[in-house]
T-cell receptor
């Protein structure tokens, strides 16, 4: 989607490995969000940021860390991946009228 | 606390038939409501939104939704289904969570729409 880019698109991890997902936006928004999507559960907020250097916990923050060192980037880290973290991860920024603009997602499998 | 309930995780209709996807919300303050669509292996795309203007909201691809405060509902409809409408649909309500900033979106569990010939 225009303005929000996620990398990588796919990843397979072994239990206990670490990785970082990158979200980059070119719309100069202060706010950025990380969601995970699981079947039958919709999207759940992991962490969010209200500006450079700030982060806050969402609904399901356990097992994840985030950083917002630059305004345009929002990183989501898994220090020790677990099978329960197998999911599709979406980054988002505010869109028009309180909606969001989403990235295309990262499909993560932890084996 | 705000929440969204989508009735029916799977809905199947014939091509040309009416599409009705149900969404009920709970909110302690006047809500903003959204419908998003997700096609296979893609991100979410905004279909339509209600932000306290007209209660009947028209969106893209012929979809519309009506905000009914008395029923706390925001059901999504389309008069005639097309094969290309097959996707997953998410209802969402916005929650004031940040001081002086943008609202946080709370999503329903989603409804997968199948359209058969």
């Amino acid at each position: 989607n225009a303005g929000v880019t996620q990398t990588p698109k796919f990843r397979v991890l072994k239990t206990g490995q670490s990785m970082t997902l990158l979200c980059a936006q070119d719309m100069n928004h202060e706010y950025m969000y990380w969601y995970r999507q699981d079947p039958g559960m919709g999207l759940r907020l992991i962490h969010y940021s209200v500006g450079e250097g700030t982060t806050a916990k969402g609904e399901v923050p356990d097992g994840y860390n985030v950083s917002r060192l630059k305004k345009q980037n929002f990183l989501l880290g898994l220090e020790s991946a677990a099978p329960s973290q197998t999911s599709v991860y979406f980054c988002a920024t505010p869109g028009e009228n309180y909606g969001y603009t989403f990235g295309s997602g990262t499909r993560l499998t932890v084996v | 606390a705000q929440s969204v309930t989508q009735l029916g995780s799977h809905v199947s209709v014939s091509e040309g038939a009416l599409v009705l996807l149900r969404c009920n919300y709970s909110s302690s303050v006047p809500p903003y409501l959204f419908w998003y669509v997700q096609y296979p292996n893609q991100g979410l795309q905004l279909l339509l939104k209600y932000t306290s203007a007209a209660t009947l909201v028209k969106g893209i691809n012929g979809f519309e939704a009506e905000f009914k405060k008395s029923e706390t509902s925001f059901h999504l409809t389309k008069p005639s289904a097309h094969m290309s409408d097959a996707a997953e649909y998410f209802c969402a309500v916005s929650v004031p969570a940040f001081s002086g900033g943008y609202n946080k979106l709370i999503f329903g569990a989603g409804t997968r729409l199948a359209v058969h010939p």
